[in-house]
């Protein structure tokens, strides 16, 4: 089914809710990133649906078809872009397929697997997140006329962030996995970028260049741990 189905009659989109009568599958680990764009959507008008793995979100588009696909491209499953690069051979096509990430080199890899466009983390403007979506519609579901959108900023639920934290430290906590540990890592630093948490940002980042250089990791994990427990125990304001 599509989101349309079953809804002869949708509202029409207007200048201040350009995205009503459309559905944005966020595809998303982070709760703290989700509840971002939770308030991105209900800016603009659109229901959401989340997935936080590649197997939810495979689960989700076996029952319907979102108007808009945002895919994170670390995923505690595998890469974001297996799915993009799915989404993009499947028929009907999801609408708008759109990648994010908090890494610099995310996007080139989003674009190669078919993503129409690119959610650089964090998304904070309203009207950014807008046109991103707006400018891969066809030319009869764009939204005629102005749009007028209040660039109040975004502020997620920091009891969001304290979830994310709460999840890192069971995964830190779990010695010997290797491949968790590494998501574990990308986890923290794409949480870090999108709360602007530079301390965690930068202590995610020294042990992902530890691992890859093959250097001993027992310092920079126990940091990272502290600095995560330390988030969890509300001592950091974010």
């Given at each position: 089914?599509t989101?349309s189905?079953?809804?002869?009659h949708?509202?029409?989109p207007s ?5 009503l009568?459309?559905t ?6 982070s709760r703290f ?11 603009s008008g659109?229901?959401?649906?989340r997935?936080?793995?590649?197997l ?13 696909a945002?895919?994170?491209l670390?995923?505690p499953?595998g890469c974001?872009?297996?799915l993009i690069?799915e989404m993009v ?10 990648g994010?990430s908090g890494?610099s080199f995310?996007?080139d890899v989003?674009l190669a697997?078919g993503a129409?466009g ?5 998304v904070?403007s309203?009207l ?15 939204p005629?006329?102005m749009?007028?959108a ?11 962030y ?7 430290a069971d995964?830190?906590?779990d010695?010997?996995?290797e491949r968790?540990?590494d998501?574990?890592t ?9 709360a602007?948490?530079v ?6 980042e020294g ?9 001993p990791?027992?310092?920079d ?18």
């Amino acid at each position: 089914m599509t989101d349309s189905d079953g809804q002869p009659h949708l509202p029409r989109p207007s200048a201040t809710r350009p995205l009503l009568g459309m559905t944005v599958l966020v595809v998303e680990d982070s709760r703290f990133a989700s509840d971002a764009m939770r308030l991105l959507c209900l800016r603009s008008g659109a229901r959401i649906r989340r997935a936080d793995c590649l197997l939810s979100a495979r689960r989700h588009l076996n029952v319907y078809r979102p108007s808009v696909a945002i895919v994170d491209l670390g995923l505690p499953d595998g890469c974001g872009a297996e799915l993009i690069a799915e989404m993009v051979s499947a028929l009907p096509r999801v609408g708008v397929i759109l990648g994010t990430s908090g890494d610099s080199f995310a996007e080139d890899v989003a674009l190669a697997a078919g993503a129409d466009g690119f959610l650089a983390k964090p998304v904070e403007s309203v009207l950014r997140f807008q046109s991103e979506i707006i400018s891969h519609l066809p030319a009869d579901r764009r939204p005629s006329g102005m749009r007028m959108a209040v660039e109040e900023p975004i502020c997620p639920d920091p009891l969001a962030y304290r979830d994310d934290m709460a999840l890192a430290a069971d995964v830190l906590g779990d010695d010997g996995d290797e491949r968790m540990l590494d998501y574990v890592t990308q986890f923290l630093r794409g949480v870090a970028v999108s709360a602007g948490d530079v301390v965690l940002q930068r202590a995610a980042e020294g042990l992902a260049e530890a691992r890859f250089e093959g250097r001993p990791t027992k310092a920079d994990i126990a940091r990272v741990a502290g600095l995560v427990q330390d988030r969890l125990a509300d001592r950091v304001a974010i």
